[in-house]
Structures are given as structure tokens and as C-alpha cells.
């Protein structure tokens, strides 16, 4: 396993183990098309308070690992094959149903995409932000509701008090959003994994969103796993970055450090593909040529290998390893870049 | 809220005038009417009569729209739904009598429906293609397939012939007996609820597992409830909306259904009255029973459209 990320060392650290280690976490889904697996083999730790972005287009498999860390893939379909999630030691694929529903929402807990659908639109907010404070804290629905109504205040919805008893329905797509940050804050977890939480919002909103989140987070020292297949977002509130391609991580280094200097040919493309303001004037935007891999008829060697401008036979042949290239940077090519 | 329920209600008169007229034509278009009846059944008043003088007598002799009018006046103004064409007894009397028996019927057989079918339902959805799955959809396609006139069939035929046991053939007014009451009401309560869960099953097994596959469902996974609460407090309000049309719409076969059965089992509700008065053709009984059947189901539909709002809080009645 020489080959694993190491945990940051930017952000503080529980006594010597990082908060959650991924472990060759291995899921896959069966289609009609036969089985196709949507993580391969994936590792990577997030520190206690850290940000760790985990960037790639729809299909790289960044959803799913997500998903996978909390057992929530649908099986069937899904399964999670192989590997571990350690966290706080504990291996959280081993756990029993019990022991692995006290986790979800207290201690880790997840924001969705689509802020829309994602709340229940027959129950009142105040309820479900409630919900799991009266579950894991076994406080009464008073109590859980007065602290509901306290992390409505805080992730700044007007007149908290009253909005207990509105329905998600009498919400704004932003609102809704800070309903669910509120939700997922309710037991003071020590990981928040957010999905894509801005991809379904106004780009005025997406800014707010974010910053409440990363506020939010700072202040209760929650680690934050942000998925998001946005560069931007990644540059202004990332501490680390791990690029997936094709259900793999490409890349991963510390937010700087990657933009600096991408090391990986997928990552610079990526690059080249979003507008910088301190870019040159008149340099073009660069598109990645083709199209993303499909997952259930990958390559045998790399999964970048068909849009790559480098690509050797070496690349079409074998898989290329994860292989350190600097300080805590990690990329996966044949290729000197 | 009070204002919809009005409108509702005021929407209701149109609706039942023209059920009326179709009610009340109809049943005199049945080929053989009523002095043909009673001139051949030997009756001795009869007998010395001549089919003018019955008609007279009756009020049948007077042109269709006059009668009408003097039927529905009757009933608007004095709450009289005329006399029987043959017992010369009142019919509101009549149908005030039969009508809570049918009513008793129906609606325990809609909580034996409900009973079944909602568990059942979701135990089928949660579990999708597992062997209980299977089990509870075969049951509900016996269920639809198997005509209950056949079930209450063979009830009473074959626990006689093996046991000697047969249903009460004296009936027992809830009011007198609740438990003999309710010990004659069960078997042809359960045979039609179980008629009728059959589709509520599908139903709420269909909607469960639209349901089941929506992002608040995973929300709810993802704060640590379990099975559960997630399918009693995030799932279940959410798929009934369909199942409470659904009930609305089965109001009509729930009646329909008593009728048969009641037949069956000697239950002298509104069906058994129905069936009589149609094979002597005694109009005012028929056309009285078709009405209130009428008012029951709108009334019915209408408590179905309030429980939207109960179960739904997108629903606002203005």
C-alpha cells in the first residue's frame, strides 16, 4: 500500500489516525448490460476538520463513494464488494443495521443534490430537521424542536420560530438547502458529506450555500467531504483534492498544490477547460476531447487513455498505480508531466 | 375549508338531479311493468280491476314528467319518498330500516379491505421479489379473480356439508345483539373486503415502491432511522394518496358488492330490498334505494377529496 495518500498534515488530527480512511473501497452496480463497477479500488482519508473535495464528471464514481461510506447504496442493484471505511477506527462495512444506523446522521451525516425532492413533502420542516435529534440524542420533540428551531436560526432562515411548521413546499430551492444543512448539523456530526449540495441551485445562491457550509463547518470543526464536479468551488473552500476518472482516483494533492501543478493529463484538462480571470487574455478555453468512459466497457489500462493527448501503448495495456509525484501528491500516469 | 365543503355540497344538486331523471326513467323502460305484474300474479284486488283503473290507481296513468315532478316534490318538500307499489308501505320507512344494515356491511368490509390490503401491500413493496412477495401478489390475483357470489357460495354449502354448520338464517339487528350482530355481518364482510383489497393491495404496493425510491426516503435512511419509522413516519403518508382515490372509487362496488352478498347470507339490507323491488318492478323502492346510493358515493368522494388535505399539506381548499 505504498502507494496510498498520506492524511493531511494542514488540518488538526485525532491522536495519530486520520477521522475516516477509504481503504480499496470497491462498488458495483448489476445493469441490464452486465456488472459494472463504479468504484475501483478507491483510498483516501480525511482528517478531523479537514475539506476534502472529490471532483469528477457525472459517471466518475464520486456519487457512489460517497454513498458507499454510509452504506447507502441500493442493493440490489448496488454492492459494495471489497474494502474498508474506517472511521474512528471502526470499519463501518462491518458494522451490524443498528450500529451502522447510530452513525448515519449523528456522527456523519449527508446533504443531497436536489434540495427539492430531498425533503419528505409531507412532513413540516421542524420535524425533520428534529427527526434525528430526538433519534440519536433520545431527546423529547420539545426539546429536539427547540434546537431545531435554534439551527434554522443559524444557517440564517428568517423567522425560524415560525417556519417549525411550514412544509418544504413553502421553501425556496436555497432555503431548502440551508433546511438541509440544518438537518445535517443537528446532532454535531463529525463529518458532513455533501453531494453535489449547490449543483441543483442559482449560481447567486450556490456562493451563499457554500460559504454557510464551510462557515458552519469551521465553526463546529465537522469534517467536510464535498463532492462536486465544479473547480471553482473546489479552489475556494477545499483543503484536499481527490480527482476520480472512470471510478478511479487520478490524482489527489492538496487544494494549492493542485492547481500549481496538475500532474495528472485528465486534471489539466479540466484546468484548461474552466475560465480563470487571471488567465491570459485571449487564450481559448480548452474542451477534453471524446466522451466519458463507459463504465459497464472500460479499457484494461487507463480509463483516460482514449482522450488522452500523451497516451502510449503502455497506457492502453496496463493499469497505471498511484504513485507519489510530491508532498502528499498523488497521480496515476506513465507519463512524465 | 367551510366554503369549499359548501360548494362541494351545492355541487352536488345538479349531479343528483340528473342521476335522478336517469334513475327514475329507466327503471320504468324495464320491458314488463308493474300492472302486467299484478294483473297476471291472481291477485284478488287485482283481479276485478282493469288495467286502466291500476294505472289510475297507482298514478302510472299521468305522463312521465308529471310524475317525476310529483316523486322529487315529494321528497324535497316532505322528505316522502311515496309508498310501495305493492305493500302500500312507505318507502322511507322502508329504506331508514334496511339502509344502516348495507351500511354495516360496507363499511365493515371497507375495514376488513384496509386491514388486509395496507399491510400487505407494504410488506410487498419492503420486500420486493422475495417469496412473501409472491405469496401476498398470488393472493391478491385469487382475490380479483374469485367472484365473491362464488366465495359466499361455498361458505354456505360445503362447512354444512362437512360440519353441519350453516350462517344464522335469523337475522340480528346490531342494536339488539352487537356480537350475534357482528358473528352474521363477519364472513360476508370478509368475503368482500378480501374482493376489495385485492386491487388497494396492488395499489399501495405499486405506490410504496414509487415511493420508496425517492431522495426524502434516502434522506430519511441517511439520518439513522430504521425500517420502520422510515416506512411508517417518511413513506407510507405519502403513498396512501392514490390508495384513498382508489377507496373513493371502490365506494360503488363496495354497495354493489352488499347487494350481492346480502342475498347470499339472508341479510335483509338495502340489497335484498333492491332485488325484490326490481323483480316486481316496484318503482319508488328502486328509484328511492338508487338515490341514496347516489348521495352515499358523492358524499363518499367528497370525504375522499377532504382527506387529501389531511394526508397532502400541497392541498389547500379555497
Known amino acids: 500500500m505504498d502507494s496510498l495518500p498520506e492524511p493531511s498534515t494542514g488540518a488538526p488530527r485525532l491522536a495519530g489516525a486520520p477521522l475516516l480512511q477509504v481503504r480499496d473501497l470497491v462498488t458495483t452496480f448489476r445493469t441490464d448490460r452486465g456488472k459494472v463497477v463504479a468504484v475501483d479500488r478507491v483510498s483516501f482519508d480525511v482528517a478531523a476538520g479537514e475539506t476534502v473535495a472529490i471532483v469528477g464528471e457525472s459517471g466518475s464514481g464520486k456519487s457512489v463513494t460517497a454513498l458507499s461510506i454510509l452504506r447507502l447504496i441500493p442493493n440490489p442493484p448496488g454492492r459494495i464488494e471489497q474494502g474498508e471505511v474506517l472511521f474512528e477506527g471502526r470499519d463501518l462495512l462491518k458494522l451490524d443495521d443498528a450500529s451502522i ?86 446532532c454535531d456530526p463529525k463529518l458532513i458529506i455533501a453531494d453535489e449540495p449547490t449543483t441543483a441551485l442559482d449560481v447567486t445562491v450556490q456562493a451563499q450555500i457554500l460559504a454557510l457550509l464551510k462557515q458552519l463547518t469551521r465553526e463546529s470543526k465537522s469534517a467536510l467531504i464535498l463532492i462536486t464536479h465544479d473547480l471553482g468551488v473546489v479552489a475556494r473552500y477545499a483543503d484536499r483534492v481527490v480527482v476520480m476518472y472512470g471510478g478511479r482516483i487520478v490524482e489527489t494533492a492538496p487544494a494549492a498544490d493542485l492547481y500549481a501543478k496538475p500532474r495528472h493529463p485528465y486534471t489539466r484538462g479540466l484546468m484548461a477547460s474552466i475560465p480563470r480571470l487571471d488567465g491570459e487574455t485571449g487564450s481559448r478555453l480548452v474542451p477534453i476531447e471524446g466522451q466519458p468512459p463507459d463504465l459497464a466497457n472500460l479499457p484494461p489500462g487507463c480509463a483516460f487513455a482514449p482522450r488522452c493527448k500523451h497516451v502510449s501503448e503502455r497506457c492502453r495495456a496496463a493499469l497505471p498505480p498511484l504513485e507519489a509525484v510530491g508532498a502528499r501528491h498523488y497521480r496515476a500516469c506513465f507519463h512524465d508531466a | ?174 342494536t339488539q345483539d352487537p356480537l350475534r350482530n357482528l358473528g352474521q355481518m363477519a364472513i360476508p364482510a370478509v368475503i368482500l373486503g378480501c374482493a376489495l383489497s385485492a386491487v388497494t393491495m396492488r395499489l399501495t404496493r405499486t405506490m410504496m415502491l414509487e415511493v420508496l425510491r425517492q431522495d426524502y426516503v434516502r434522506t430519511a435512511w441517511a439520518k439513522g432511522l430504521d425500517e420502520r419509522l422510515v416506512v411508517t413516519r417518511h413513506a407510507l403518508r405519502n403513498a396512501l394518496i392514490p390508495v384513498v382515490t382508489l377507496i373513493g372509487l371502490q365506494a360503488p362496488l363496495l354497495i354493489g358488492g352488499a347487494v350481492i352478498l346480502e342475498q347470499i347470507f339472508v341479510i335483509p339490507g338495502m340489497g335484498l330490498l333492491l332485488l325484490e323491488a326490481v323483480s316486481q318492478r316496484d318503482y319508488p323502492i328502486i328509484t328511492g334505494v338508487f338515490l341514496i346510493v347516489g348521495v352515499a358515493v358523492m358524499l363518499i368522494n367528497l370525504l375522499v377529496d377532504l382527506s387529501y388535505g389531511v394526508l397532502d399539506p400541497k392541498v389547500r381548499y379555497r
Open chain 1, 101 to 186: 444506523r447510530a452513525v448515519r446522521g449523528d456522527s456523519i451525516a449527508m446533504i443531497f443534490q436536489e434540495p427539492m425532492s430531498s425533503l419528505n413533502p409531507a412532513l413540516t420542516v421542524g420535524m425533520q430537521v428534529a427527526e434525528p435529534i430526538n433519534l440519536h440524542r433520545k431527546r423529547s420533540w420539545t426539546a429536539a424542536f427547540a434546537r431545531a428551531r435554534d439551527l434554522l436560526s443559524k444557517v440564517s432562515i428568517p423567522d425560524a420560530g415560525s417556519r417549525l411548521g411550514s412544509y418544504p413546499h413553502q421553501f425556496s430551492g436555497g432555503m431548502r438547502q440551508r433546511v438541509m444543512i440544518a438537518m445535517a448539523l443537528a
Open chain 2, 1 to 174: 375549508m367551510q366554503a369549499y365543503i359548501a360548494r362541494r355540497l351545492l355541487a352536488l344538486i345538479p349531479t343528483l338531479f340528473f342521476a335522478s331523471v336517469i334513475v327514475f326513467v329507466t327503471v320504468r323502460l324495464i320491458p314488463g311493468d308493474i300492472i302486467d305484474l299484478m294483473l297476471s300474479s291472481n291477485d284478488i284486488s287485482a283481479g276485478k280491476l282493469s288495467r286502466d283503473q291500476l294505472e289510475a290507481a297507482l298514478g302510472l296513468d299521468q305522463p312521465m314528467y308529471s310524475q317525476y315532478f310529483r316523486w322529487i316534490g315529494a321528497i324535497l318538500i316532505h322528505g316522502d319518498f311515496g309508498k310501495s307499489l305493492w305493500q302500500n308501505a312507505p318507502v322511507a320507512e322502508q329504506l331508514l330500516m334496511r339502509l344502516p344494515i348495507t351500511f354495516e356491511l360496507g363499511f365493515l368490509a371497507l375495514l376488513v379491505a384496509l386491514a388486509v390490503a395496507i399491510p400487505i401491500g407494504v410488506y410487498s413493496a419492503i420486500r420486493q421479489d422475495t417469496a412473501g412477495d409472491y405469496i401476498a401478489r398470488s393472493f391478491s390475483i385469487l382475490m380479483l379473480a374469485v367472484p365473491s357470489f362464488w366465495m359466499g357460495t361455498m361458505v354456505m354449502v360445503f362447512p354444512s356439508i362437512w360440519w353441519g354448520w350453516s350462517p344464522d338464517v335469523k337475522f340480528v339487528h346490531f
